[in-house]
């Protein structure tokens, strides 16, 4: 099993920054990818960012520009820069890692941080 701890959530005025980390522990082999999704009330989980294994980087279009996803400099983690924040990017926000091979493999998820973007 693969757990996740994250951290850095909060509230920020629109225009302002925050960043994500998001730390692997446990069983880990091989993760494929680390990134983020977010999701607010009455809506489904959304794909932010990942980045995989090969340092690959993909982004959802409306963060393009504007969030920078990263390996953290321990192992097993990843950071999410978020700038220009916008009111419409409050939401949970929730680390997940793909592990690819073993008993341990498969999908893992954080228990979410909260952004808050104020106008």
């Known amino acids: 099993q693969v757990q996740l701890e994250e951290s850095g959530g909060g509230v920020v005025q629109a225009g302002g920054s925050l960043t994500l980390s998001c730390a692997a522990s446990?069983?880990?082999?091989?993760?494929?990818?680390m990134g983020w999704y977010r999701q607010t009330p009455g809506k489904e989980r959304e794909f932010v960012a990942h980045?995989?294994?090969?340092?690959?980087?993909n982004y959802a279009g409306s963060v393009k520009g504007r969030f920078t996803i990263s390996r953290g400099n321990a192992k097993n983690a990843v950071n999410l820069q978020m700038n220009n924040l916008k009111p419409e990017d409050t939401a949970v926000y929730y680390c997940?890692?793909?592990?690819?091979?073993?008993?341990?493999?498969?999908?893992?998820w954080g228990q979410g941080t909260q952004v808050t973007v104020s106008s």
């Open positions: 446990g069983s880990i082999l091989s993760l494929n990818a």
């Open positions: 997940n890692v793909v592990q690819g091979g073993g008993s341990g493999a498969g999908s893992y």
């Open positions: 980045v995989l294994s090969g340092g690959v980087t």
